[in-house]
């Protein structure tokens, strides 16, 4: 199946991002005694950096223990809009509209019963709602792979993110007769977008070429 994407650039408007640092008053502070027999846990994983309001967070470190030791969780610096579990590590949460901001220090620690390991202290930047737009369009696939008519398209599913890598929203259009589509609340960033065709089984068609937008 084979089409193409045509990205048109719109007027964007962006809000600033106002700075904001915030402790967690009920922080758990794990002692760091030095154990002799006994082996360190480690701790790791990179959070998601940024996000707008009203977008979900989500991040779970990965932790082990060479002894089979069972380990607790802490969080130092944890944003008020964020939730946290001390037997999985997990940090997520929706930020509001008035939680735009810089959240700097925050440091999630595992514990053995003995020794304490940390992740590198992140940063979390809520930035406001947007008001970037794309606009994609297209021409409807007319053949399929081997080269046969393409007579059973049921519609479209867009795939974008802000990591070209990882294009982790998904627009799902069941309206085979659509040839263009705008993508609203686009936060300050480059945007990555592709798309695939659906037939009447459900099968998907290859992902176009890759295209991207910024949003300043």
């Not at 297209?138 to 802000?162: C, E, K, M, V």
């Not at 085979?176 to 686009?186: M, Q």
Request: proline share 6%; net charge negative.
């Amino acid at each position: 199946m084979a089409y193409t994407i045509r990205l048109v650039v719109l007027t964007s408007v962006l809000m600033g991002l106002g700075g904001c640092f915030e402790d967690d008053p009920h922080v758990n502070r794990f002692p760091d005694d030095p154990a002799t027999t006994n082996t360190a846990p480690t701790i790791s994983g990179t959070s998601p950096a940024s996000l707008v309001a009203g977008e979900f967070y989500e991040f779970i470190p990965t932790a082990e223990d060479a002894d089979g030791d069972p380990l607790r969780f802490s969080v130092y610096h944890k944003p008020a809009w964020a939730s946290f579990d001390q037997q999985t590590g997990r940090l997520w949460g929706t930020p509001e509209a008035g939680d735009v901001g810089t959240f700097s220090g925050i440091t999630i620690a595992v514990w053995d019963g003995l020794v304490t390991a940390s992740l590198d202290p992140f940063t979390i930047t809520v930035g406001e709602i947007a008001m970037g737009s794309a606009t994609l369009s297209w021409n409807p696939p007319t053949q399929n792979t081997d080269g046969s008519a393409f007579t059973d398209l049921t519609g479209y599913r867009i795939y974008y993110g802000r990591d070209a890598n990882s294009l982790g929203r998904t627009l799902v259009l069941d309206n085979p007769g659509l040839t263009r589509y705008v993508i609203e609340d686009l936060s300050q960033d480059v945007w990555y977008f592709t798309m695939t065709s659906v037939n009447s089984d459900g099968v998907e068609s290859d992902r176009s070429a890759l295209m991207s937008k910024s949003i300043s």
